[in-house]
């Protein structure tokens, strides 16, 4: 699967290397493009996977800000409910596009 902003691919990871939680896709680290992300100074607290780092996603001038959001430090626990652990994973806003 693909993430892509604009023309850009952003994330790109086989499907069995994805994580589904609450109804979003999350990629691996290894599948991030590394230039494309830059954090944001947004903040929010899942009280079941802990502090967010929110990320403004994308290059040139297809940026979204607050594009994405992962848990680098989620809360241990989570682990069970979501099955295995996703630490530094990110998921992504719908105005970036999926591609199967």
């Not at 230039?35 to 899942?46: G, I």
């Amino acid at each position: 699967m693909k993430a892509v902003i604009g023309s850009t691919v952003v994330a790109e990871a086989s499907p069995d290397d994805l994580v589904k939680i609450e109804g979003n896709w999350y990629f691996p680290p290894s599948s991030l493009v590394a230039d494309a992300f830059s954090a944001s100074p947004t903040q929010y607290r899942c009280p079941w996977k802990g502090d967010a780092q929110y990320w403004d996603v994308g290059l040139g001038d297809d940026v979204l800000a607050d594009g994405g959001w992962s848990y680098p430090e989620p809360i241990p626990s989570s682990f069970d409910r979501v099955g295995q652990d996703y630490s530094g994973y990110v998921a992504f806003d719908p105005r970036v596009t999926l591609i199967d």
